[in-house]
């Protein structure tokens, strides 16, 4: 797999910048305020994962930033350029993998298809394609279909899809949430591996605590909604990391115990320091109170 850096950034520079974002489904009394304000930036060659409870606008984050959904108000920057639409440089894998692979096309031509769109070449659209095959191991399946794929092998298709349009921004939206235990650990190391030999940009929404900790350099723990950053979450682990070996480390316990506490504490109403609960569904103002004094350490 080539790793030409296509006018990338500098590793360490501001690749992304979100700003004072904020998402208001309809209009008037009956307006649903899913984002409030959110604010963070990407830098080149960095992850960052996110997590949140349910319902946080976590994909609704993701697709505003893909250009798919427009803001109701704030700012979204890629490499300088105001994000209107889908940017040039920057690619989506969703979760539901199944829908976003044609089936009538082989594996080889569902990867080629953002480049044939693109006008490359048709022999450097084959070696890139192959390349990205070589890369999330389907080498030996190029000229099966989608529906002959299990549901893992289905995914690295849509991953190597992602991969052979080398973007400079990769956004991963609950990627492995169908996928058996050990195919989700697999597709995990794959994609560090990738990010790591690729130099890629990789926002990445998760439901898993466990998996934000391991694929991550920084967590962004969103509250409930109307959605805001609870906390941007180091994760000083080291860059190597493994599924045995990282995952019984004393210090990711230490990380996943405080990003669930996070979580738990959004879940009843808690939006950080000196602000105002909003109750979720299903809570109560004391619910709300005892996430608020948990998180003065009362």
């Known amino acids: 797999m080539s790793t030409e850096t296509h006018n990338r950034p500098a590793a360490g520079a501001e690749i992304l910048t979100v700003t ?3 998402k208001v489904y309809g209009s008037g009394p009956d307006g649903v305020e899913a984002i409030r304000d959110i604010s963070f930036t990407l830098k080149a060659g960095e992850m960052v994962c996110i997590v949140g409870p349910s319902g946080a606008g976590k994909t609704t984050l993701l697709r505003s930033i893909a250009g798919l959904l427009p803001p109701t108000d704030g700012e979204l920057v890629m490499e300088g350029s105001p994000i209107t639409g889908p940017p040039k440089g920057m690619a989506v894998v969703f979760q539901e993998y199944a829908r976003s ?3 009538w096309l082989t594996v080889f ?3 080629e298809l953002p480049l044939k769109e693109r006008g490359m070449p048709k022999a450097e659209r084959a070696e890139k394609v ?3 095959l070589d890369a999330v191991g389907l080498s030996d399946v190029p000229h099966s279909y989608p529906w002959q794929l299990s549901g893992g092998m289905q995914q690295r298709v849509a ?11 990769l956004l991963m939206d609950e990627p492995f949430a169908a996928v058996d235990a050990q195919t989700r650990a697999d597709l995990e190391d794959l994609v560090r591996e990738l990010w790591s030999r690729l130099g ?3 926002l990445f929404v998760t439901h898993d605590i466990d998996e934000s900790i391991y694929l991550g350099q920084r967590v962004l723990v969103l509250s409930h909604r109307p959605t805001v950053i609870l906390e941007d979450v180091i994760v000083d682990l080291p860059d190597e990391r ?3 070996v990282t995952r019984n480390d004393p210090r990711f316990a230490e990380l996943r115990t405080h990003v669930h506490e996070l979580v738990q504490k959004a879940k009843k109403g808690y939006r950080g320091e000196g602000v105002a609960p909003i109750y979720a569904e299903g809570g109560s103002a004391a619910d709300s109170a005892a ?6 350490g009362a």
């Open 109 to 111: 031509k569902n990867v």
């Open 130 to 132: 192959n390349a990205a």
């Open 242 to 244: 493994s599924q045995i």
């Open 200 to 202: 890629m940009s990789l």
């Open 101 to 103: 692979l044609f089936p």
């Open 159 to 169: 991953i190597a899809r992602a991969v052979a349009y080398e973007p400079h921004v």
């Open 20 to 22: 004072s974002l904020n």
């Open 291 to 296: 996430a608020d004094s948990a998180a003065h």
